[in-house]
């Protein structure tokens, strides 16, 4: 009976100091804006939007932090690690305003300077960004009047989608989410 009574106990103490744990491993709202404004990498950016999920006794964060040239979305686990991450370079609209190619409603088909990349170019861009990634999917776009590549990318457990300037080859955009099988 002894024997029986201590194993009760035992598994009870078990069970607290794992609930215990728990609770002491998560991330609380102040470290997740951190680590956040830590993955941006940039001493002026703004947290300008937080959302804050609860599943059951987990926590998932969302931050929408901002630069003067770039926007990010990060999401971030309960405990403490970036589940999501996305870039996005934010539109630069030229000062003379005889031309509307910056327009979201402009039907343009295609760059206003003639040039284009190719796809080609584009791949290896976002290739370059992951030497061991395989090109998962392309496509080709056409918004405010610039001819767009989307390439998305598989790297380990990882998939990331990168929006490439068609006219410069520069990355406009990107976005990583892991991939389980």
Do not use: W
Request: net charge negative.
């Amino acid at each position: 009976m002894k024997k029986g009574v201590l194993i009760a106990v035992i598994v009870v103490i078990v069970i607290v100091f794992g609930i215990g744990a728990f609770f002491f491993l998560q991330t609380n709202l102040d470290e997740a804006r951190q680590i956040a404004l830590d993955q941006v990498g940039d001493s002026d950016a703004k947290i300008v939007e937080e959302k804050v999920e609860k599943d059951f006794l987990l926590s998932e964060y969302e931050f929408t932090i901002q630069t003067d040239t770039e926007k990010f979305e990060v999401q971030i686990s309960g405990f403490g690690q970036v589940s999501s991450f996305e870039r996005e370079s934010l539109p630069s609209y030229p000062q003379n305003n005889q031309t509307n190619d910056y327009c979201p409603n402009n039907s343009q088909t295609a760059n206003t300077d003639g040039t284009d990349i190719g796809l080609e170019k584009a791949q290896q861009i976002a290739l370059q960004q992951h030497p061991n990634g395989s090109i998962k999917g392309t496509d080709t776009d056409h918004e405010y009047g610039k001819l767009i590549y989307e390439i998305e990318v598989i790297e380990d457990q990882t998939e990331y989608d990168y929006t490439i300037d068609g006219s410069t080859g520069e990355i406009l955009h990107t976005t990583q989410e892991s991939i389980y099988d």
